[in-house]
C-alpha cells in the first residue's frame, strides 16, 4: 500500500488531475464565453456517467498495478509521450473550438441556427473533426501518461468506436444544412480520426 504514496505515484496522479480539470473546466469556460452564460448547462464540462466509469476504472488499473507492478509505472520516457499527447489533444480541441466559434456546440443540431457557419479556415483546413481529433489523441494520451496498458487500449478502442458511430450522424446533418459545400469540404479534408472516411 505504500506505493500508492511513492513519488512515481504522486506525480503520475498530480499530472491526470490537472489533466482532466483543466479539460472539463476549459470546455466550460471557453462553452460560457462563445454562447453566453444562460446558454451553456452543466452538461458542457462533457462528464457522463460512462466518462465516471472509465476514469474509475482507469485508477483502478493504475493503483492495482503499481501495488503488484510498481515497475510498470517506472517508464517515464513513455509517461512523458502521453503527457506531450495530452497537450497536443488539448490544442487540437481548443484550437477547433475557439475557430468554430458559435458555430461549435457540445450536442449535435438537428436544426441549422442562423448563426450556424460551415467552418473550413484555421485547423478546420487540415482536419474535418479537429475537436474529436483532439479529444481521441487526449482521452488516449492520459491513459500512457499513467503507464496504463488495459486502458490504453480500452480507451482507443471505446472512443474510436463513439465517434465511428458519432460522426456519421453529424455529417448527415451538416450535408442537410451545407449540402455541396460541405461534400466539397469532407472530400478535401482527412476526418481526423483513423479508420473513418
Known amino acids: 500500500m505504500a506505493e500508492i504514496l511513492c513519488f512515481t505515484a504522486c506525480i503520475h496522479l498530480l499530472e ?8 472539463h473546466c476549459s470546455e466550460y469556460i471557453l462553452a460560457q464565453s462563445i454562447h453566453g452564460r444562460d446558454n ?7 462528464i457522463s456517467k460512462n466518462y465516471v466509469i472509465a476514469m474509475g476504472c482507469s485508477l483502478l488499473e493504475y493503483l492495482v498495478e503499481i501495488n503488484i507492478f510498481p515497475a510498470m509505472k517506472e517508464h517515464w520516457i513513455i509517461s512523458s509521450i502521453g503527457l506531450s499527447m495530452v497537450v497536443v489533444g488539448e490544442i487540437i480541441r ?5 475557430t468554430a466559434g458559435r458555430s461549435f456546440t457540445h450536442l449535435i443540431r438537428i436544426r441549422r441556427d442562423e448563426d450556424h457557419k460551415l467552418v473550413t479556415h484555421g485547423i478546420f483546413q487540415y482536419i474535418r473533426h479537429p475537436g474529436y481529433c483532439g479529444f481521441l489523441i487526449w482521452s488516449i494520451g492520459t ?7 488495459l486502458s490504453t487500449v480500452a480507451f482507443a478502442i471505446v472512443v474510436w468506436r463513439f465517434f465511428h458511430l458519432r460522426i456519421p450522424y453529424e455529417e448527415f446533418y451538416l450535408r442537410q444544412f451545407f449540402g455541396s459545400e460541405y461534400e466539397e469540404f469532407a472530400r478535401r479534408t482527412p476526418c481526423g480520426i483513423p479508420f473513418i472516411k
Do not use: D, E, H, Y
Open 143 to 149: 491513459q500512457i501518461m499513467l503507464c496504463n496498458p
Open 94 to 98: 481548443k484550437l477547433a473550438i475557439i
Open 40 to 46: 451553456v448547462t452543466l452538461k458542457s464540462l462533457l
Open 16 to 23: 491526470m488531475f490537472l489533466a482532466v480539470s483543466f479539460f
